[in-house]
């Protein structure tokens, strides 16, 4: 924040020096005409002189002032969202707090298989060939695998929107820059995102280009609140990603997902934030499947 106080300062001080001098600048401008006509040559060209000096003074001041605009911008993007007051402190997983949690979790009389090792046994997944294909970190689905992964999809988003009321959405799966600024991912996750080489992004989650189909519109509040649900493929270059976590399908470069966004008033935010949250319970809970809703603390939230 001292960061930010300081460029602001600066920028406000040149944003007002410069705004004088162009004043200065077009009010002896107005007079050398006149003091021309009135046969006042040396006035005239000691004007030209103070104008010209003026003009100097601009042409390395609104750089300046461009430089320090884009230093402002860059500390404002570094900056993150501040944490709702419900959010609880702490430092690890282990600080989150359970909200609730339904269903009846499983037992098992013998320490249950992986699911790589079941889904190679029921050749649902090849791994091995993925990464000959594209390299560790991508699934290759067969058969059932194949067509379980086209199932769920299809359920998910006809669940979202033919029972739960979203617009359905099928995004492109590619954004410009300005998309990931709006949402967040950039400049702070860049090294996660696939970038190709004309300013396009493979998008890391459907969130990205749903969430921007308004950007810089200015939308009725009658029509609030808005509900869109999106499938699409999500591409992480996951950097730094390591450990347990990555075994199997798991922080995967490349899955599919269904996502559900809403835009409303901040009136409604936290009552639209619980259906939402409802919502995709009702996924797990029309599958049969235990769940627990958990309260993330601080340390454990995004950027």
Same mark, same amino acid.
């Given at each position: 924040?001292?960061?930010?106080? +300081?460029?602001?300062?600066?920028?406000?001080?040149?944003?007002?020096?410069?705004?004088?001098?162009?004043?200065?600048?077009?009010?002896?401008?107005?007079?050398?005409?006149?003091?021309?006509?009135?046969?006042?040559? /040396? /006035?005239?060209?000691?004007?030209?002189?103070?104008?010209?000096?003026?003009?100097?003074?601009?042409?390395?001041?609104?750089? !300046?002032?461009? /430089?320090?605009?884009?230093?402002?911008?860059e500390i404002e993007l570094a900056i993150p969202n501040v944490p709702h007051e419900s959010v609880p402190e702490g430092s690890s997983a282990?600080?989150?707090?359970?909200?609730? /949690?339904?269903?009846?979790?499983?037992?098992?009389?013998?320490?249950?298989?992986?699911?790589?090792?079941?889904?190679?046994?029921? =050749?649902?997944? *090849?791994?091995?060939?993925?990464?000959?294909?594209?390299?560790?970190?991508?699934?290759?689905?067969?058969?059932?695998?194949?067509?379980? =992964? !086209?199932?769920?999809?299809?359920?998910?988003?006809?669940?979202?929107?033919?029972?739960?009321?979203?617009?359905?959405?099928?995004?492109?799966?590619?954004?410009?820059?300005?998309?990931?600024?709006?949402?967040? =991912?950039?400049?702070?996750?860049?090294? *996660?995102?696939?970038?190709?080489? +004309? *300013?396009?992004?493979?998008?890391?989650?459907?969130?990205?280009?749903?969430?921007?189909?308004?950007? *810089?519109?200015?939308?009725?509040?009658?029509?609030?609140?808005?509900?869109?649900?999106?499938?699409?493929?999500?591409?992480?270059?996951?950097?730094?990603?390591?450990?347990? +976590?990555?075994?199997?399908?798991?922080?995967?470069?490349?899955?599919?997902?269904?996502?559900?966004?809403?835009?409303?008033?901040?009136e409604d935010s936290y009552g639209e934030l619980e259906s939402l949250t409802q919502d995709a319970e009702?996924?797990?809970?029309?599958?049969?499947?235990?769940?627990?809703?958990?309260?993330?603390?601080?340390?454990?939230?995004?950027?």
């Amino acid at each position: 924040m001292d960061a930010f106080l +300081d460029t602001y300062n600066a920028l406000h001080a040149l944003k007002i020096e410069l705004e004088e001098k162009r004043a200065e600048q077009n009010r002896i401008s107005k007079t050398i005409g006149q003091l021309m006509g009135q046969g006042k040559k /040396e /006035e005239a060209e000691r004007a030209k002189a103070e104008t010209a000096k003026l003009k100097e003074a601009l042409a390395v001041g609104e750089p !300046r002032e461009r /430089e320090l605009e884009q230093e402002l911008r860059e500390i404002e993007l570094a900056i993150p969202n501040v944490p709702h007051e419900s959010v609880p402190e702490g430092s690890s997983a282990e600080d989150n707090v359970l909200v609730r /949690e339904w269903g009846e979790k499983p037992s098992f009389k013998e320490q249950p298989k992986p699911h790589w090792e079941i889904a190679e046994q029921l =050749q649902l997944l *090849d791994l091995a060939r993925a990464s000959k294909i594209s390299g560790s970190g991508f699934a290759l689905y067969t058969g059932l695998g194949a067509r379980l =992964q !086209r199932a769920l999809f299809n359920f998910m988003a006809d669940h979202q929107t033919l029972t739960n009321g979203y617009k359905e959405i099928y995004p492109p799966f590619m954004v410009n820059s300005a998309s990931l600024y709006g949402t967040g =991912q950039l400049p702070k996750f860049e090294e *996660d995102l696939y970038k190709t080489d +004309d *300013d396009l992004y493979l998008i890391p989650t459907a969130e990205v280009p749903i969430t921007n189909i308004y950007r *810089d519109e200015i939308l009725d509040g009658a029509d609030l609140t808005i509900k869109m649900a999106g499938f699409s493929g999500c591409f992480r270059k996951e950097a730094g990603a390591a450990g347990k +976590d990555t075994r199997g399908i798991q922080r995967m470069h490349q899955f599919d997902k269904v996502e559900c966004v809403k835009l409303t008033k901040p009136e409604d935010s936290y009552g639209e934030l619980e259906s939402l949250t409802q919502d995709a319970e009702s996924v797990l809970q029309k599958l049969g499947l235990h769940y627990r809703v958990m309260l993330m603390c601080v340390a454990e939230m995004s950027f």
